[in-house]
């Protein structure tokens, strides 16, 4: 049996679906109530309190750890997940990790995930690292205002970076997951290519068939936005990255080619999937 957290998010929902279809057993978890993909078992646990968990990993053989919030959850320490779930049997952890633990490894959030990793790496367990960059799901930021206004408002309309499918992230965990040639590996996880917020608009304007305005925002106009949903320090963080990234969050990564036997998804792939979002 496999568990999946997250299971109700971008990455965790398509892992939950695509390890069902291969006939694998499924214990999709999420912090509330919420429907998940025929033929897997639900269990609502927060991981921020590890020993909720302990009702899911009766059993597990595999464990796929997404953490957000949780990471950071007054009290919290995610390592106690690991030593849950070796205590319940589980043999093989995936993790889904940044890539700004090596492009931006003094970052708070940074640091803590690192020291995940390095819990997860003298466990004893099988492991493997996922690191992707920036995902293509952020555009759903932009729906409420594509649907009212056809207006994508973003700052640093023409800086890029190689943002990934969350789907391409979930096929990569259900590899890792099945497949024992991955184990002790860590991925990092990009877009095939570069692409800016102002080519993103054209990508979705593409995919509903009619004009997207893209409206530049001040860093400034774009930080006040972001700290209605986040802390003031993760949104300065956050507008660092994606206002001046580096030679190394700029790479094309060749890993999800090397996992999948395949090209990743491009933004305008993914923006017609979810178009729906933003009629």
Same mark, same amino acid.
């Given at each position: 049996?496999?568990?999946?957290? +997250?299971? !109700?998010?971008?990455?965790? @929902?398509? $892992?939950?679906?695509? *390890?069902? =279809?291969? %006939? ?82 003094? +970052?708070? !959030?940074?640091?803590?995930? @690192?020291? $995940?990793?390095?819990? *997860?790496? =003298?466990? %004893? ?91 530049? $925002? ?6 006040? %936005? ?54």
């Amino acid at each position: 049996m496999i568990v999946v957290t +997250g299971a !109700t998010g971008n990455i965790g @929902r398509p $892992l939950t679906q695509t *390890l069902a =279809e291969a %006939g694998r057993q499924v214990t999709a978890v999420s912090r509330h109530a919420a429907a998940v993909p025929s033929g897997a078992h639900h269990v609502v646990a927060d991981l921020s309190e590890p020993a909720s968990l302990k009702p899911a990993l009766d059993g597990a053989k595999a464990l796929f750890l997404l953490l957000s919030g949780d990471l950071h959850a007054a009290g919290a320490d995610p390592a106690d997940i690991i030593e849950e779930a070796a205590a319940a049997g589980v043999r093989r952890v995936v993790l889904l990790s940044t890539l700004g633990v090596v492009t931006r490894p003094s +970052g708070r !959030t940074r640091i803590a995930m @690192r020291t $995940l990793e390095d819990a *997860l790496r =003298e466990s %004893g367990l099988e492991w493997a690292v996922l690191r992707p960059g920036g995902f293509a799901s952020n555009a759903l930021w932009w729906a409420d205002s594509v649907r009212t206004r056809r207006t994508v408002a973003a700052p640093f309309g023409d800086v890029g970076v190689p943002i990934i499918d969350p789907a391409d992230i979930a096929a990569v965990a259900a590899a890792c997951l099945l497949e024992d040639r991955h184990t002790g590996s860590f991925y990092e996880l990009t877009g095939p290519e570069v692409i800016t917020p102002r080519q993103q608009t054209d990508a979705i304007a593409a995919a509903l068939g009619s004009p997207v305005r893209f409206h530049e $925002l001040t860093r400034e106009e774009a930080k006040a %936005g972001m700290t209605r949903s986040m802390p003031a320090e993760l949104a300065d963080d956050t507008l660092d990255i994606i206002g001046s990234p580096s030679p190394a969050e700029l790479r094309v990564s060749p890993d999800v080619e090397r996992v999948l036997g395949r090209a990743p998804h491009t933004f305008a792939d993914w923006a017609a999937r979810n178009v729906a979002a933003f009629r």
